[in-house]
């Protein structure tokens, strides 16, 4: 099983940029998967999730309006589309797939690190 995440990169604030997580190993339309991000010397914060359906999305309140979660099914791919990027948007963003919606997130994907520059 595994989360490929992709899609990092250095960006001004005020920009966009659109992050990938593929899956492989796991049956993808059968997971609801989450997006969460870690800066340096920060606990670790949950961004948003999309439900197995795809038919749900949540966001947290930090980033609520400026970002959206996709999902292809198809391409076993969760997208995150970030806009109106903030510097304390700064961080790894890392991928993670919940089957059912249900219990904890596992697995895990290893992060893309996205850096807002002021």
């Known amino acids: 099983v595994q989360l490929q995440a992709s899609g990092g990169g250095l960006v001004q604030a005020g920009g966009s940029l659109r992050v990938s997580c593929t899956a492989s190993g796991l049956t993808f339309g059968s997971y609801g998967m989450g997006w969460f991000r870690q800066a340096p010397g920060k606990d670790r914060e949950f961004v948003g999730s999309i439900s197995w359906r795809g038919d749900n999305t949540y966001y947290a309140d930090s980033v609520k309006g400026r970002f959206t979660i996709s999902r292809d099914n198809a391409l076993n791919t969760v997208y995150l589309q970030m806009n109106s990027l903030k510097p304390e948007d700064t961080a790894v963003y890392h991928c993670?797939?919940?089957?059912?919606?249900?219990?904890?997130?596992?697995?895990w994907g290893q992060g893309t690190q996205v850096t807002v520059s002021s």
């Open positions: 993670a797939g919940r089957k059912w919606d249900i219990g904890d997130y596992d697995p």
